[in-house]
């Protein structure tokens, strides 16, 4: 992590656009888990966040598209998401992804039914349906994204034996290890988090 803030790649560095990841990584930086930090620990990363940038250090912040920027050369490193990478690769082999030695955030994407939805059958039939193994492979086969499903890369190793090995996939124990969780803020702290944020990032 400490990488990005080396004043050989300044302008070189994208950070992410999102307030927990950027915020959360700084944290790891500096052997805090995100998890466990308080309000004024994820603002203290967030000021660290601030200097970079009026020190010039940070080309710009971003969602996905630092991709374009990966891709022709206006970064050397970006904060970017696993998933992203392996698509990437594929068109570039010399990008690669790295699990900062400090350890990384592991988040999910999560299904929901609206309250008073018309249809909540369907919508659970369909939750069902996604959760199958044979189902999920295939979609973590095309994403690249980890599964949560249970037996998914036995299944995966059939038709792509490199993706099942792929520990951006599959992470192994020691990279899990080094994994955290966002941190746990009340609605008025996660306001504040953001405020602050977006005061750095000018959103």
Do not use: C
């Not at 306001?191 to 000018?202: A, C, K, L, P, Y």
Request: aromatic share 8%; hydrophobic share 40%.
């Amino acid at each position: 992590m400490k990488q990005l803030f080396d004043s050989r790649y300044k302008g070189k560095v994208s950070f992410l656009s999102d307030a927990r990841d950027s915020a959360s990584l700084l944290m790891l930086m500096d052997g805090i888990r995100p998890e466990d930090a308080k309000l004024d620990q994820v603002l203290a990363a967030i000021d660290k966040v601030d200097a970079a940038q009026r020190d010039g250090q940070i080309r710009r912040f971003t969602g996905n598209d630092y991709t374009t920027d990966l891709a022709k050369g206006n970064v050397v490193m970006a904060m970017a998401y696993a998933a992203d990478l392996i698509q990437l690769k594929a068109d570039n082999p010399d990008l690669d992804f790295a699990v900062p030695e400090e350890g990384a955030i592991i988040w999910s994407d999560n299904m929901m039914i609206p309250a008073k939805a018309a249809h909540p059958y369907g919508a659970e039939v369909w939750m069902n349906h996604v959760y199958e193994p044979e189902v999920a492979s295939r979609i973590t086969a095309y994403v690249g994204a980890i599964s949560p499903v249970k037996g998914v890369q036995e299944i995966v190793a059939k038709s792509d034996p490199e993706m099942a090995e792929n520990p951006l996939v599959f992470p192994d124990d020691e990279t899990r290890a080094r994994l955290s969780g966002y941190p746990d803020l009340s609605p008025a702290e996660a306001r504040q988090m953001d405020e602050r944020f977006g005061q750095v990032t000018g959103s």
